[in-house]
């Protein structure tokens, strides 16, 4: 049965940092790139961060460049998303997904299989 499970949210301070991880399990991870997206109250879901199969190539929603970070461990099926300088604005679920394909061609679209999602909330 394939699962993703996202883990490693939680309350943080501005200008703190988080380290989110995605687990999969039922699937081969490395056979997809893998995204991040996260969903604020009240707004629609926006992608975050993709990364091929492989790790080689990644991409970043502009609010977030400089910031996050996606990584991944495919001898974990592992994929990660390491978050600094936290802003309030920041605070949202954060889901990991799988991608359709090996690339992040599209990188906010054409997934297939979404995590339950790991709460993060920024503030004083």
């Known amino acids: 049965q394939l699962q993703l499970v996202e883990s490693g949210g939680g309350l943080v301070q501005p200008g703190g940092s988080l380290k989110l991880s995605c687990a999969g399990s039922g699937f081969a991870l490395d056979y997809y790139a893998m995204g991040w997206f996260r969903q604020a109250p009240g707004k629609e879901r926006e992608g975050v961060s993709c990364?091929?199969?492989?790790?080689?190539?990644?991409y970043y929603a502009d609010s977030v460049k400089g910031r996050f970070t996606i990584s991944r461990d495919n001898t974990k099926n592992t994929v990660y998303l390491q978050i600094a300088s936290l802003k309030p604005e920041d605070t949202a679920v954060y889901y990991c997904a799988r991608h359709m394909n090996r690339d992040c061609s599209s990188p906010w679209s054409h997934y297939m299989d979404w995590g339950q999602g790991t709460r993060v909330t920024v503030s004083a």
């Open positions: 990364i091929s199969d492989k790790g080689g190539s990644t």
